[in-house]
Each structure stands twice: as structure tokens, then as C-alpha cells.
């Protein structure tokens, strides 16, 4: 080998060392749709929760390299506004933008199931006692399941509703919904507390959490990320707290589950990588 053929050798591994380090340097970048606002004495703002006033107010991240030049928007009272998708690099304040904004993805539809956890009964849902299935008789047996300390929600399951007109005189029937109680712990006796009360159908269940519980992680959910926190909610048909940050990390998933157990706490993050 000649000294140019060494010296070009040498050239070559250089470059793709610098190729290579350049791009393991590259930022990650996110992506979201939402509402950019820009008013009330902020500039471009990304914002997931708006007020609807009048124009519309909110507050959020910075957006930087916006230009309401090159993208429709619109405007009222000097306020500045309009939904899009956005991808750029985040410092942990601030999205800088890596690309033009484009259009707001349509979200994807989302309906929480109701559905009780239960097998329904050979026959189907029935009242046990149609006397005792009344609008009374369910406000009475929520709120003694509500009495114990191992209470951890209710809820309706009403899919006998799906294609019945609002107007019908079956819709809201107390005869025809499932009640869906959940405790922690032994469950032995708890449908016939429950049943002293209430005789329409009864679905009772266990859950790893009771709604004491649920709330003290809640809470502690909130106080523990502070600032980062963009909203926190509890599911009583998950047993579980849903926390919702700007950016979710691996980390942060480990932490939250180390100190509040597996599956106590769902963390969501508005901006999700790209790719």
C-alpha cells in the first residue's frame, strides 16, 4: 500500500467516524397534535386544554420557529390560533420545530369500556327482585357499597342502550342496567350486603386497589411530578391512575412503578417520539 492509499484510508475512516458521531449526537424528536395559541402576552404555545372564550385561552410549551405567515390560522382580539400536527426537538420547556406544521391527525376513536367483568347469566341480565330494581334502590346500594373501606368504584354497565332512540321509555330502565361493584379483598358476602338493598342485576368484583388508595397515588402522582404534569385522572374500570406529561420516559415508567407497585399508574406522554 502507498502512502496516498493509506493516507485516503485514513481520510475515509475519519469521515465516517464524524458521520457517525454527528448523527448519534441528533436530538430526538416528538411529535403531537394539538392547539398552537399565541396571546395574552405569550407568544406560540403549544396547549392540549383550551378555554372557550372568547377568543379561546390556553398555555403550554413554547413553540419555536413558528411563523403564522405560512400556516391558516385564526384570529380574534389579537389573539392567534389553530390545530396542527408539530415534530421538533425538546429541551424539557421548549418544542423547536424540525419541520413545517401540517395538518391535525384525526384522533383515533377511544370509548372506555362499561362492560362488567362478570359472565352473564344463562338467560341474561335479570333482575333478581324487579321491586327492588328502582332509581332508589340503586342510589341506596351505591352509596352502602360505598361504606367499606375495600370500596373501589362503581359503574353502570348500560349496553342494553346501544341503538335505543334517548327519547325511549326503556332508556335509563334501573331493570335492565348492571350494577358493577368493585372491593379489594375477600369478596365473600359482599353481593348479599349489596343485595339486602338492591335487586336488579349485580355484578361484583375484585380490584388490586381500593378508591382510597387510587386517590392517595393520585395525589402523590401530582405533588411527584410537579411542573411536568399535564393532567392526572383515576379509572375505576382500570384500577389504575392515568398521568399524563409533556415527554414519558422508560425512567420515569420504572420510578412511578417502583414507588406505587405494577400497574398502579399508567404515564402518558403528549409528545411521542418520531419514527
Known sequence: ???????????????????GAS?????????????????????PQLCMMVMESSPP??????VAGWDWN???????????????RVVGTWDGTRLTLTEPPG?????????EDFTSPCPAPEGGWRPADPAKATQRALEQAMARAGTAEEFAGAW?????????????????DPR????????????????????EVWGGSLCVSGAARSRRELAAIQREVEAELGDRLVSASSSVRGN?????????????????????GAGAVVLDGVLRPVG
Not at 395538518?103 to 370509548?111: F, L, N, Q, S, T
Open 1 to 19: 500500500m502507498n502512502r496516498r492509499t493509506a493516507a485516503f484510508g485514513l481520510l475515509t475512516t475519519l469521515a465516517l467516524a464524524g458521520c
Open 23 to 43: 448523527e448519534a449526537a441528533s436530538p430526538p424528536r416528538y411529535e403531537a397534535n394539538g392547539t398552537v395559541l399565541e396571546g395574552g402576552g405569550h407568544g
Open 57 to 62: 385561552q390556553c398555555g403550554g410549551p413554547d
Open 70 to 84: 405560512k400556516v391558516g390560522h385564526k384570529s380574534q382580539g389579537g389573539v392567534k390560533w389553530g390545530e396542527y
Open 103 to 111: 395538518a391535525k391527525a384525526a384522533a383515533p376513536a377511544h370509548e
Open 156 to 172: 353502570l354497565d348500560q349496553s342494553y342502550m346501544k341503538g335505543l332512540p334517548a327519547e325511549s321509555p326503556e332508556a335509563n
Open 176 to 195: 335492565r342496567l348492571v350494577l358493577n361493584l368493585r372491593f379489594t379483598g375477600d369478596l365473600s358476602g359482599r353481593e348479599a350486603w349489596i343485595r
Open 240 to 260: 389504575q391512575v392515568t398521568a399524563q406529561v409533556w415527554v414519558a420516559t422508560d425512567e420515569q415508567r420504572r420510578d412511578l412503578e417502583a414507588r406505587h
